[in-house]
């Protein structure tokens, strides 16, 4: 089985499409508003159903969950290859968030589970980190092998339709796991946690949040860290875009982003702007893999997660104070370089250090409620922010998009950086570490 969950792993970061995302959508002619309004609705529906998932996935089965997971996947995949318009390509981004609300720790749950069997659950860091081992590499062979069939079929849009292989196979692979890694409450179905229970201990969870300080403290920089990251990367594509039309290619000559609908040669131009995005996601997600592995080290240098996370929010002010000054300055290649540095290594150094602080302040029975609502409050930030940003840069380049134009980006992220550097830091009390009753 161990060969199958590093299987699963390699082909669910097949996502040959993923370099290229935003740039399919401007190819299929939307606005920077509506692909703001497509990933907001992606990260809003992905908000809303990862309440449930955990739940059927423990009442129905999580092979049951993992197929459907697959399935979603797979008609998201296929509506985006058809751009059948924005009507539909909504559609396809519920369908994207389905897909991620169901599969987002349930395999995790069926490794576990394989272990808890083989009487092998001492070795569940060890096996975890080797399966998603694969699962990095998958990331950086994904995107090399992503630009390479870009590159052959000559658009975008098109890719969308070689990840269906991969995914295809994992279905497969998914749906012939062994039987037992459904899982199922010792004491029968009566144990399962009802609709009832469910919200109970969420409102606990919420309770728990809006009384203690810290923790809404450490709530709201989680989203406001993680989700101008995400945010700014999401708009990433277009800004490599950029950076290559600013070059001199072969065939082009001395193009800039200013003459962009002058361009002399435009397959020249779409085969330098696919080998940049292979190359800069295939390096982002080596540097991503070795930041989270020298978080703890960090931490320990700089004396606990607390001075940690004020380092590196104050990086990450830095870093955002250079990508704006570079695309206010109309040089998109520092920006995106200064940004793939950035959003590689400090906010993978930033989650395992936050995590630390989060099981500092949280009552140990709603550990795990509230980091679901941490997660769920990142979703939000993106969901509300997108579309305002979408909007914002479709009012700076009415006429094309400029290097320039791309500064709404960096200025979000640059003023909740200037925030949370400044603001003074609580440390954990003792009343934190005695749990309430979520009843």
Not at 9 to 33: D, I, T
Not at 86 to 102: K, R
Not at 117 to 145: F, P, Q
Not at 239 to 261: H, N
Request: aromatic share 10%; net charge positive; glycine share 8%.
């Amino acid at each position: 089985m161990l060969a199958r969950f590093s299987l699963y792993g390699f082909l669910k970061n097949q996502r040959y499409h993923e370099p290229f995302f935003v740039l399919a959508l401007l190819e299929q002619g939307l606005s920077f508003l509506e692909i703001g309004l497509l990933i907001g609705l992606r990260e809003f529906a992905l908000n809303l159903l990862e309440i449930p998932s955990g739940a059927l996935a423990d009442l129905y089965g999580r092979r049951h969950c993992m197929v459907l997971s697959f399935v979603a996947y797979i008609a998201a995949l296929t509506l985006l290859a058809l751009a059948p318009g924005l009507s539909l390509l909504c559609a396809a981004m519920v369908l994207y968030a389905l897909g991620d609300a169901f599969r987002s720790g349930t395999h995790k749950a069926m490794i576990f589970e394989w272990l808890r069997r083989e009487g092998r659950a001492r070795d569940k860091a060890e096996v975890y980190g080797y399966t998603r081992s694969w699962s990095k590499r998958g990331t950086a062979v994904g995107a090399l092998v992503g630009a390479v069939i870009a590159l052959l079929v000559g658009t975008f849009t098109a890719v969308f339709w070689f990840t269906l292989i991969p995914y295809a196979i994992n279905l497969v692979n998914l749906a012939t796991y062994p039987r037992e890694l459904d899982g199922a409450p010792e004491a029968g179905p009566d144990a399962r946690p009802g609709a009832l229970a469910i919200v109970r201990v969420t409102a606990a969870g919420l309770g728990a949040a809006a009384r203690q300080r810290p923790l809404r403290r450490l709530l709201a920089e989680s989203s406001a860290f993680h989700g101008s990251h995400k945010l700014a990367r999401e708009y990433l594509q277009p800004l490599i875009e950029l950076s290559v039309l600013a070059l001199p290619l072969a065939g082009v000559g001395a193009v800039t982003a200013t003459t962009l609908a002058g361009v002399d040669d435009a397959s020249a131009a779409f085969r330098g702007t696919v080998v940049a995005l292979g190359l800069v996601y295939f390096a982002l997600g080596l540097i991503e893999s070795a930041a989270s592995r020298r978080a703890g080290a960090l931490a320990r240098r700089l004396g606990g997660p607390g001075p940690t996370t004020r380092w590196l929010w104050r990086a990450n002010l830095v870093g955002y104070a250079l990508m704006l000054a570079a695309l206010l300055a109309g040089w998109p290649a520092v920006a995106a370089l200064v940004f793939v540095v950035q959003t590689g290594a400090l906010q993978n150094l930033f989650r395992p250090v936050q995590l630390t602080r989060f099981d500092e302040h949280t009552p140990p029975t709603l550990q795990a409620t509230v980091l679901s609502i941490e997660s769920q409050s990142r979703a939000l930030f993106v969901a509300a922010f997108a579309p305002i940003v979408g909007l914002v840069i479709d009012r700076a380049a009415p006429t094309g998009l400029h290097g320039v134009d791309l500064w709404p980006l960096a200025a979000i992220g640059l003023v909740f950086a200037l925030l949370f550097s400044t603001l003074p830091q609580r440390t954990a009390t003792r009343e934190l570490d005695e749990p309430s009753s979520p009843a």
